[in-house]
Structures are given as C-alpha cells and as structure tokens.
C-alpha cells in the first residue's frame, strides 16, 4: 500500500522559516495535501498541490512538489508561535487519504 | 455551521465493556471515515463508508465495528474494549470519496481502555 514519511520533529526559532518534509509512494496521486493539528484538535487541511505544479503559494506557505522523486515539502514563512503543530501530509489512495506520521513543528520564541 | 461532530470528547473504559464514539456531519457528505491516531504512526485508518448501508474496511478494522443508517451519522462501535485500543480517534467526512474532495475532522475522541 502507500507509504507516507516524514520527519517526526521540527524546531525553529520565532520569525526564522520552516521547512517540513514528506516522500510519499504513490506516483498516481493527482492531490497532495497538507494538514495541521492543533492541540487538542482535529486536522485543519492547510493547503494542498495539483500533482502537475512544482509549487504552489500562499501567503506564508509555500510547497514544492518533486515528483520525479516523489518528495513534497511544506515552507513557512517568518514562523510564529501559532505555527506550533502537527503538520502530515497526505496522499490519496483508492478509498481513503493515507497520512505520513506528522511533523511536530516547535517554535521557540 | 458546517461540522463533524463526535462525541464523547474523552473516554475512559475498562476491558470488555461495549461502547459506542458517535460521529454526526451537518455537510450532506456522502463519505465517512474512521480513523485512529497513535504517536509515530500517524492516522491510519478503521473503517469507511461510501454512502447509507456502504461500509467498508480500513487497514486496522480488527476490534471495531460501524453502521451507517443514516447519511448524517456514522457510530463507532468496540464491542469488547482492549487496551491497545486506547488512542485518540477520528472521524471525518467528504462531499465523496476521490481526489480533489478534503476531509473536514471532527475535534477527536480520547478513549482510554484499562
């Protein structure tokens, strides 16, 4: 089945950019998303990318999509304390999204 | 306000004692899933279901069992608790299953099993 990986944690400083990583499996994906979890919350999707863009902006957010190495990265920009979260991303298989383990951003003010 | 809404938010059982997490969407959606949530192994999920009376298994589906009567509603029933079944849980909804249609989540049930 798919498989979905990312780091587990990530720490930046308060202003600084974060960059959060995913490969994924599937080459047949049309969507690529990104979620976040806040704490003590549900997922919120963010953003996520048509398979036949390199890279999609908005606002703080940027991704970058390589699917020739089937490497998807999530940028945030000018990082504040709400950043604070779980981000997965997330593939779409035939009946269900398949989820990476989730990054743990920590911003440290 | 367009929500899934689960309930209880938290949960503590012991072994053996059937229970039921309730999942409830306002969106009309037509697909519904089940999904739990423990730490390093991301989302994976239990159970989903495509429309009213079509249900179908997820990659973790022992211990758990669903139904859908209803299109709004979607309960998630363990029979016989065990404790490996503590986790955080969730359920979610889309307008269909297929790419390009998001997830919205409900906020998450902790159960707890002891």
């Not at chain 1, 996520?48 to 940028?75: A, C, E, P």
């Not at chain 1, 950043?83 to 003010?109: K, W």
Request: glycine share 8%; charged share 20%; proline share 4%.
């Amino acid at each position: 089945g798919e498989d979905v990986e990312q780091s587990l944690f990530l720490s930046v400083r308060e202003g600084d950019s974060s960059v959060i990583n995913c490969t994924y499996t599937d080459s047949s994906s049309t969507y690529l998303y990104w979620y976040k979890q806040e704490p003590g919350a549900g997922l919120q999707l963010l953003t996520y990318i048509f398979s036949n863009m390199d890279m999609k902006q908005d606002q703080r957010l940027t991704v970058l999509l390589n699917k020739k190495d089937k490497h998807l990265s999530l940028r945030i920009a000018d990082t504040q304390t709400g950043d604070s979260a779980i981000y997965f991303c997330a593939e779409h298989g035939a009946n269900n999204l398949f989820f990476g383990t989730g990054t743990r951003l920590t911003v440290i003010p | 306000e367009a929500q899934v809404t689960q309930n209880p938010r938290y949960l503590i059982t012991v072994t053996g004692k059937k229970l039921t997490v309730t999942c409830s969407q306002n969106m009309n959606h037509e697909y519904m899933s089940w999904y739990r949530q423990d730490p390093g192994l991301g989302l994976r999920q239990i159970y989903y279901s495509m429309n009213v009376e079509v249900t179908d298994k997820g990659d973790v589906p022992e211990g758990y069992k669903v139904s859908r009567k209803e299109k709004r509603n979607f309960p998630l029933i363990l029979e016989s608790p065990s404790p490996n079944q503590t986790s955080l849980y969730f359920c979610a909804s889309s307008l269909a299953q297929g790419e390009g249609h998001g997830y919205t989540f409900g906020s998450g049930t902790r159960l707890t099993v002891v």
